[in-house]
């Protein structure tokens, strides 16, 4: 006898792993996971940001050796920028004495952040065609001059419309120019003395 109404039914199969793990990786459960990783990374900029807060970003330079190694080389006594009131800080120092021969000329430049965070460069030179003299001086409009700590010093405007402070002493040419007001210029080119190493 057959038995009608009767069917088998195959035995319920567990899911495969690979489709529960499918199941798990829901948007919500991703966005659960990835919410403690975001505030430990914003936790850290934060932290970060705060602890270099107290860090001064202007990097300051002794230029005394630069300025001794141009006095060695130079043909001529250099001069430099000495006993400068707090708050002007010297950045950058170079000269191309390093490279200079007996008698070749001798160019030495020292930048410095003014009180005021502008910008305030000195330089002394041999070579009048020098960048850092021919680019400031060679389209500077005169206008008078100005005696600083007893030594007159041309007051002129360079073409980019900032103030230089120059003076002449035979082939040697001594220049302070840059974005500072025109008193720090003047408090920099007072304070230029003879280098007595």
Excluded at 27 to 45: D, K
Excluded at 73 to 84: N, T
Excluded at 189 to 196: D, E, I, K, L, T
């Amino acid at each position: 006898m057959s038995s009608a109404g009767r069917t088998s039914q195959p035995p319920a199969q567990a899911p495969s792993p690979a489709i529960e793990r499918a199941n798990r990786l829901s948007a919500a459960n991703m966005l659960r996971s990835l919410g403690p990783l975001v505030l430990i990374c914003l936790a850290l900029v934060g932290w970060m940001s705060f602890k270099q807060s107290d860090v001064d970003p202007v990097r300051e330079v002794d230029p005394a050796s630069t300025v001794q190694l141009a006095a060695a080389r130079a043909g001529y006594p250099v001069v430099a920028p000495e006993g400068l009131p707090d708050g002007y800080r010297p950045t950058s120092a170079r000269t191309d004495a390093g490279d200079a021969d007996a008698g070749d000329p001798v160019t030495l430049e020292i930048g410095y952040l003014t009180p005021s965070s502008e910008y305030a460069g000195f330089v002394v030179s041999d070579d009048a065609r020098v960048n850092a003299v021919d680019d400031v001086l060679g389209g500077a409009q005169e206008q008078g001059t100005v005696d600083l700590d007893g030594q007159t010093w041309t007051r002129g405007t360079t073409e980019r419309g900032e103030t230089v402070l120059s003076r002449t002493d035979g082939d040697v040419t001594v220049l302070v120019t840059g974005s500072a007001p025109d008193e720090e210029l003047e408090t920099v080119a007072g304070a230029v003395r003879p280098y007595s190493g």
